[in-house]
């Protein structure tokens, strides 16, 4: 399970196919996260809670 | 060898007009048009290697692919290298392949810093490179296509493309050709490869993954010491990696020939400019604190973060700043902040 803001999920899906990991779940954030209080950043971790729950479980289904 | 299968993609392609367009559209340029690199080019390119077309020189990341003997001769006739350029080409890719150099995270940061490669030796005069005015600048082949050859490896082999593997948040001029070559002629120290534990007849590279250079202008002193203070003062920004990264990696002093006289003239070797510059190159807590990348990483113990008046050195220890001399006439001399997570590496040219 991976997390990243929208403006790398390029990369970070190059690197999980580079890396021999095509289908690692990545949750994406929205940009930027840097710079951002802390509600702010709990809202963000709020957002992805259901992407990363998906993720890490949907091997189950 | 000229029988060697070789493993590229062949494409047939009407004239000159459809390469460019057809090489831009997949992404395999930086932009500039490039020489198109038929069977005949890339085998003579190989050949001037001396090295089989299969040979894997390194793993280019982000893409973590290989870097062959092959594909690097590609990426060299698509810069325009000529081809006895290829062992300067092959060592700048072996050395940015060490894990030392984490080329990885200098491929993929949102830093704007390229790969220097700086070449040192005999092959300098050889390959007829430039060491002298416009040392960083256009006009020469050598230090144009070499540089402009790396990038292009980096990119189409590594896969790191502008916002595509390639994260920088703007870039750099660094980026499309970062070559230059150290002027042991104009230098009043043992040349850096000599420094770095080669021989002076033998030739090396060395890649270090730098921002483009800022400038140290000082046409006033008439002292080694008070030029080593404008040095110091240059390199003494908080707005630089290398401000919060200490002791994870170097940084370059690449003096004119006019500062290292002066510097020289007056007693100090190189280890005393290092000295000098790692005393005199420190920010201050109070101006890096909540600022730049304050605690973004670990700081060594002996730094009180606590103390508003402590410094901070912009390296761990002297031996972590470069020092060669090249540039014409003038009084002007560059310092070269880097991405700090990374080490320079040096390898010795290798000439079949």
Known sequence: MTLCTE????????????????ELPIAIIQHPLGGLKGEQVAQRAREALEQVVVGLTRARH | MFNEKLVSERLTLRDHDDVQETFLARGWSDGLPIVPPTELKVRDMI???GLPASQVLGVVPPRFAEATVENVAVNAVMAGCRQDYMPVLVAAVQAACDPAFRLYSVQATTHPCGVLVVV?????????????FGTFGPGHRANATIGRAMRLVLMNVGGALPGHGDQATQGSPAKYSYCIAENDAASPWPPLRVELGFLPQQSTVT????????????????????ILHTVASTMTTIGHNNSACIGTGDVCVVLGPEHAAQIAADGFSRADVREFLFRHARNRVRDMRDRAMWRMHEMPDWIDLDDDDAEIPIVGAPEEILVLVAGGAGKHSAFIPTFGLTRSVTRRVETP
């Open chain 2, 120 to 132: 040192s030796g005999p092959i300098v005069q050889q390959l007829g490179m430039n060491a002298g």
């Open chain 2, 207 to 226: 890649v270090i993954a730098g921002e483009a250079p800022h400038n140290v202008n000082d046409h006033v002193c008439t002292s080694g010491e008070n």
């Open chain 2, 47 to 49: 050949a001037a290697s």
């Open chain 1, 7 to 22: 403006a790398f999920i390029g990369l970070a899906r190059e690197e999980s196919r580079a890396l021999g990991m095509p």
